[in-house]
């Protein structure tokens, strides 16, 4: 979907006219900046349903701890967690445009990841947006940036993920895109791709991981809890810390 926008057309020589037309370079241009994206592929229920029954530090090591977005992103409502398909907002920084559109796009069930930058001017989101994205079953934001509102935000009760609170409200202009491959948190997120939240942080799967960590994740399973109750009765043993260090030539 491209926005429809009339422009002004200037000379080639011209970057404004005495008749106060705006200078070429403040002009908004179509394509990259107002894309929207209505289908994507979506992961099956049952796998999401699946990669909830771990919590994310074990799925982050099991990938490698290359796709945990950085930890300055926190839920700053509460503290549900998160195991959803990705919608994908870039935004420009400050601006809400396009998060408003993706309450359209986004499916019931989706978490709504929005990159803004990581701008700590204007919030870009708050308290009513939270209430029309409760009412489209929206299950959760993820904001690379700031939010306001947030008493309202906590009586909704939506899972909101971001850098921090702002009163500074957004602006309404654009450019913004919708279910393309944004950065969240330092983290290359695409539509579709699963995102898991909880006390910890925010870990991205991407789609085409997602069968392979299952089956990762379910074998270990067994072998790491029978690790964890063992360490908590004290038997343990840090051989292995020597066997590294030895290789290493500690002396």
Known sequence: MTTN??????SQ???FKPNGNKPKSSQIHPGPGFRINRQIVRSSQENISRLANYPTPDISDFMNRLYTMDSGIKNLVNEAKIYAPACTVKVF?????????????????????????SSFLNGV???LISTKAKHRGIKAFVIDGL???IDGIKDIGM????????????LHRGPGEINFPICCGGI???PGDVICGDADGLVVVPQESLDELLVRLEKQ????????????RGEFSNAWVDDILNQLHCE
Do not use: C
């Open 221 to 232: 399973k067994e072998t790491m809890q029978t690790y964890e109750k063992n360490v908590r």
């Open 188 to 190: 290359v997120v695409r």
């Open 13 to 15: 020589t011209e970057s």
């Open 93 to 117: 920084p400050g601006d809400n445009l396009m998060v408003h559109k993706a309450l359209d796009i986004a499916m019931p069930g989706d978490v709504i990841v929005v990159d803004a930058g």
């Open 159 to 170: 899972p909101v993920f971001a850098r921090g609170i702002t009163p500074i409200g957004p």
């Open 125 to 127: 989101l708050g308290d």
């Open 147 to 149: 939010i306001r509102d």
């Open 5 to 10: 926008l009339n422009f002004t057309n200037y």
